[in-house]
């Protein structure tokens, strides 16, 4: 109890901390209270979303091809459940009240008076989800999570934790989305990764929100031995402003980080995403790349990487494409080596489609039209190893549905 | 030669062509046509206007036409996009084609076949198995890129096939590979009547090993100086040069 009160002390000490980077929010222009909603066994029992928004959220209504769910409906956890042995998924109130020893992870990756948006997730009535892969589990589906804002001007707070033991495998394929009428929410999610020795976990992340929505994600991530952390975040659909930064501390020889980010910026939008990976043992890999998209918004596409022991190795790349006028992309790359033996590099480019390429491909019977297009994919085209095929099949399904309403 | 032939015969007409690139003449006045069926190569020194009459003919948008007409089977074409003159039969081989990241050589192979084109096929005869998953011309040699640029051809199957230097940077050993692959596009082994039509530029000559041309042009500061026999004018440049060439017409 006492460590929870220093806690709540230290977040009421950060209540108004701006951020480090995006636009400053106010947090009283946001509604806490949203109906409850009742609890169904099974998503196919949901009615408060239909197949296709929750598909646009990455999340099969079936179950289908998924080895367990969560679905949270702005305060509320809706549904959640686990299809396969080895695999648990709880609200993460709930988890804290089942297991003691949750509280030794809570908090330990992300600071809580890192800012007023994690103080605010302390400071008040929040859910989330727990998911836990037991050791040595592995799962053939992914999981699936789904975070919903239907309630205007709700502020949503969410506090994830997710834990693979020694040597287990968990696929998570998550959605945060909005109803598209809604003028103004904000959604806060902290969530806290915990890769033990040889686990691996991959996270993909397709956001959709609304033109009014503002979002604040703080994540952390810890990998143990030989651990891999893999994050796929697209966000291609308007939002008003969103500005996340997620770190992963490589804490245990040979662990690895990947993150991959696809952003395209609508008009009107701001976006502000970076991954920041910490290596501080021997053999640690990492490796961050991003491609954003203007179409007239504002995207900082940050990356920051820190060798803090030699014989580290780790890369950034970060590609910009402006289509529209009065689109901005700041790519703002940074590598910072503590030790001798560190081999870190970077390469960042801003610019238009080469007309160059186009012209190849009008060459091969393409209008100026699908010439554009066809590198604009291609653009966004990340080759991502280590995802299962499935979830591979699964995300590019659900780029190219963010892609036919983006570009 | 072929002022006297037939017209009616000509596929590809060049009447009278000056294109500018950036502000500055490069083409002037040049004439040719290619008849159906035949091949026709380019000789010429750097900087001659080799490429820029092969750019003009595809009809991209740096190589400004200021005077004269390109015209297709009698339509004046002159106007029209790449695009437009692909879908009407053009192909081109680039010499230094860009890279297009995220695009694998399959799908751009694909891009350009019409339906029922077994693009894997194609690429085991062009030995680029294993190119056909990497993004296109990323990373490809000289003589890869070469195959490349004749595997989406061939995918492609155009009426009037341009050629930019087809043999440079390729060796002795894919030298027959591209060789063969020209001479599917050219269809130099169907005994029947031809219907495609060739303007290949070479500098070496090399390809006239493998692919049989009807028709050679000498190309000096812009302007076609000879037109005759590609042989008979290979030698003649061989032995004496770009200059004996400029000087005979004179």
Wanted: glycine share 10%.
């Amino acid at each position: 109890m006492h460590a929870l009160n220093e806690l709540k002390e230290r977040a009421r000490a950060a209540a108004d901390k701006p951020a480090a980077y995006g636009s400053d929010l106010d947090l009283r222009h946001y509604a806490d209270e949203a109906p409850e909603r009742g609890y169904v066994e099974s998503l196919e029992e949901l009615e408060e979303l239909s197949g296709e928004e929750l598909a646009r959220a990455g999340v099969e209504k079936s179950g289908r091809e998924r080895s367990g769910s969560f679905v949270q409906i702005d305060g509320t956890v809706v549904h959640r459940k686990a299809m396969e042995k080895g695999l648990e998924i709880l609200g993460t109130r709930e988890a804290l009240e089942k297991y003691d020893w949750l509280w030794d992870y809570y908090w330990q990756t992300v600071a809580v008076d890192a800012d007023k948006y994690t103080a605010a997730v302390e400071l008040a009535p929040f859910e989330g989800y727990f998911m836990r892969a037991l050791p040595g589990s592995r799962t053939i589906y992914p999981l699936q999570a789904c975070l919903y804002i239907r309630e205007p001007r709700f502020v949503q707070r969410v506090h994830n934790i997710i834990i693979a033991e020694e040597g287990s495998e968990l696929h998570i394929i998550t959605g945060c989305a909005s109803k598209h009428e809604i003028e103004m929410g904000l959604h806060l999610g902290v969530s806290e990764f915990f890769v033990k020795k040889n686990a691996r976990v991959t996270f993909t992340m397709v956001h959709n929100w609304a033109e009014g929505m503002d979002v604040r994600p703080r994540s952390g991530v810890r990998v143990e031995e030989n651990g891999l952390f893999m994050s796929n975040y697209v966000v291609m659909e308007p939002v008003r402003s969103l500005q996340l930064y997620p770190t992963a501390r490589l804490v245990g020889e040979g662990a690895v980080a990947r993150f991959n980010s696809i952003l395209v910026a609508q008009p009107g939008s701001e976006l502000d995403v970076g991954s920041r990976v910490i290596l501080s043992a021997p053999r640690c890999n990492a490796e961050i790349i991003s491609r954003a998209i203007t179409r007239g918004g504002y995207i900082a596409a940050r990356g920051h990487i820190r060798g803090e022991v030699g014989g580290v190795k780790a890369h950034l790349e970060c590609r910009g494409l402006i289509l529209d006028e009065g689109g901005v992309i700041h790519a703002i790359p940074e590598l910072e080596g503590l030790a001798a033996d560190v081999d870190m590099s970077h390469e960042a480019a801003v610019g238009k489609i080469a007309q160059e390429e186009v012209e190849y491909l009008m060459s091969r019977g393409l209008s100026e039209d699908e010439a554009t297009s066809t590198i604009v994919r291609g653009f966004l085209n990340v080759k991502i190893e280590g995802l299962p095929p499935l979830l591979e099949k699964e995300m590019r399904r659900m780029m190219e549905l963010s892609e036919q309403k983006a570009l | 030669m072929y002022e006297s032939d037939d017209d009616r015969d000509i596929t590809l007409r060049v009447e009278n062509l000056s294109v500018e690139v950036e502000g500055k003449e490069v083409l002037r006045g040049v004439s040719l046509g290619i008849k159906c069926g035949e091949t026709h190569v380019l000789f010429g020194p750097n900087g001659s206007g080799k490429t820029t009459l092969l750019m003009a003919l595809m009809g991209f948008p740096r190589y400004r036409v200021t005077s004269g007409r390109i015209l297709f089977e009698e339509e004046d074409i002159t106007g029209l996009p790449p695009y437009e003159r692909a879908r009407r039969g053009f192909g081109i081989m680039f010499q230094r084609p860009p890279t297009v990241r995220g695009v694998t050589l399959e799908q751009m192979a694909a891009l350009c076949a019409d339906d029922g084109v077994d693009v894997e096929a194609l690429a085991g005869d062009m030995n680029l198995e294993e190119f056909l998953s990497r993004d296109v011309n990323h990373g490809f040699s000289g003589g890869e890129i070469k195959r490349s640029e004749l595997l989406q051809l061939l995918a492609q199957n155009p009426r009037i096939v341009l050629l930019d230097e087809p043999e440079s940077g390729v060796d002795m050993e894919n030298l027959q590979l591209v060789g063969k692959a020209i001479r599917k596009l050219l269809q130099k082994d169907l005994r029947r009547r031809r219907t495609k039509c060739g303007l290949i530029i070479t500098h070496t000559g090399y390809i006239l090993d493998y692919v049989e041309a009807d028709v050679g042009h000498v190309l000096c500061e812009g302007t076609v100086v000879c037109s005759g026999n590609p042989r008979e004018q290979l030698e003649g440049i061989r032995k004496y040069g770009f200059e004996e060439c400029a000087r005979c017409t004179r």
